[in-house]
DNA sequence: GGTGGCTTGTGATCGGTTTAACAAGTCACA
DNA sequence: TGTGACTTGTTAAACCGATCACAAGCCACC
């Protein structure tokens, strides 16, 4: 019987954290095929990891397979769900309606699961007032206002990053717990805050510093880095 | 003065490849701002590392500093930008010209650092021989023949992810030695071929594993995960 | 019911990354 | 020119994450 562990006391390492949206591809993959069993031996090989690995990450939330079977993959697949918090829905308002804004507006995967747009703003008087993907385009001089009333869970931060400070400062202010930030910028939050930054930017050059250092090691190799 | 290793014997390991491009942020911002100089202790207070990392980092690739002195912004920025390979110009084609592949080719700041778009290419009729900022976009049947004639450095992959293993072939047999792929995807390339992954929803769920797993740990984390 | 083959979960080991410490060298200024 | 404060590059130690190895347990089939 799956088990899940308290994990209140428990540290995820970072690591750890990074795979679990990977586990959850894969499973949603085998489930969609219609698989009802997988190892970590089968699942490990076809996400280029080793089974131990993945047996390891999984026992920091507890036991999810048995002996002698392997896994359960509707059962994996909830749990890693509730794992990740996808059971849920999220509210998010995003600032800086311009091209890349509006990619992760339209995007129609987020609103799948769970992560709801209730909000966009921009400082474009040419933008303000019309209308993308349902929502009204507000300025944003009325952010503040409209934290005050709607509960916002994510705050997404695509305006330019000379910006974006002033952006997370508002969004900080107005009690938003956690930001997702697109801008080229450390932001500097209270302790508690949340950030994750999505490198762009970043990753383009990894891959130019990469074609020009022949690496002899192998080539399978995906984002890393923590500051 | 500045003395480059020579690197090829030397393996650089992930974590440090993953920070250059942080260093290269902020020497970018101070270059900007005029300063001359800096020591390892003020450079990597601002980005929220420990000096003896950022010196162990730069000590993979040469000495770039003055004990004493420090570092010269300028040279130190500009032996980072030659580390990543940013001094030279780099050939790309996208394939996907969607809500994403039209956010890249119209972000200015790839141009400027030497990422060239020159070929276009989606499989929609109603998108296909219209043109996108100052390109056509072709048929992504041509494709192959386009990279037989064109030397192409790094291909982006901007399509859904049932075709993205397709499109990849493609730009292996035409000798594309670089992918940056968007789709969610896990890539199957042969030994030798560069495949760089932009997680933009796996960091959505990160955030949202965040938030429903309050770290004791500090807040300010950054991607990280490798497959 | 017993046996063999598999597979999990976990302590032990290995390797890589980060932090600490210091000798050597530079600058500023008397 | 000499002195002191400062900073680098590097070697060593501590830490953390990945792999290994195995006891415990399950399933299937005899
Ligand atoms: N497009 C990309 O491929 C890409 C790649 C890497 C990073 N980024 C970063 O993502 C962010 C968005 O990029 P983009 O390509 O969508 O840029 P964009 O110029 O298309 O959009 C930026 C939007 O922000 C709005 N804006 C400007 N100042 C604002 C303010 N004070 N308050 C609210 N809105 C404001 C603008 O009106 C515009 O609509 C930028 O920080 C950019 O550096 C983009
Ligand atoms: N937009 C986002 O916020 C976002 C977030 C995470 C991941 N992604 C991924 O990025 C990719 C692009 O996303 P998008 O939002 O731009 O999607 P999109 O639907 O706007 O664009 C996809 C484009 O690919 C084209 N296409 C389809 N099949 C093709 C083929 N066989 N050959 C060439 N072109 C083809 C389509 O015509 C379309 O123009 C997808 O894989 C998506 O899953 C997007």
Redesign the interface.
């Given at each position: 019987m799956p088990r899940r562990k308290s994990?209140d006391h428990v540290?995820?390492p970072?690591?750890v954290?990074?795979?679990?949206?990977?586990y959850?591809?894969y499973l949603g993959a085998l489930l969609a095929r219609g698989t009802e069993r997988v190892s970590s031996q089968e699942l490990s090989r076809m996400?280029?990891?080793t089974a131990s690995q993945m047996r390891q990450d999984l026992s920091y939330f507890g036991s999810f397979g048995q002996q002698g079977y392997g896994y359960r993959v509707r059962d994996l697949h909830r749990a890693i769900t509730e794992?990740?918090?996808?059971h849920r829905t999220?509210q998010l308002v995003l600032v800086g309606v311009?091209?890349?804004g509006?990619?992760?507006v339209?995007?129609p995967?987020?609103a799948n699961r769970g992560?709801r747009f209730c909000g966009l703003f921009d400082n474009d008087p040419r933008l303000i007032g019309s209308e993308f993907c349902g929502l009204e385009i507000r300025p944003v001089d009325t952010l503040a206002d409209f934290l005050h009333q709607c509960p916002v869970?994510?705050g997404v931060i695509t305006a330019p990053p000379e910006v974006a400070q002033q952006i997370a400062d508002v969004l900080v202010a107005g009690g938003v717990?956690?930001i997702?930030n697109f801008a080229?910028t450390?932001l500097k939050?209270p302790?508690?805050?949340?950030?994750?930054?999505?490198?762009?930017?970043?990753?383009?050059?990894?891959?130019?510093?990469?074609?020009?250092?022949p690496?002899?090691?192998?080539?399978?190799?995906?984002?890393?880095?923590?500051?």
């Open positions: 994990l540290v995820v970072q690591a954290m990074r795979r679990l949206p990977v959850y591809r996400i280029g990891i794992i990740l918090g996808l999220y311009g091209n890349l509006r990619a992760l339209s995007y995967s987020f992560f869970d994510i717990p956690a997702w080229p450390s939050v302790k508690g805050v949340i950030v994750e930054h999505t490198h762009i930017s970043e990753s383009l050059m990894v891959l130019s510093f990469r074609l020009n250092n690496e002899e090691a192998d080539t399978s190799v995906e984002s890393a880095s923590n500051q």
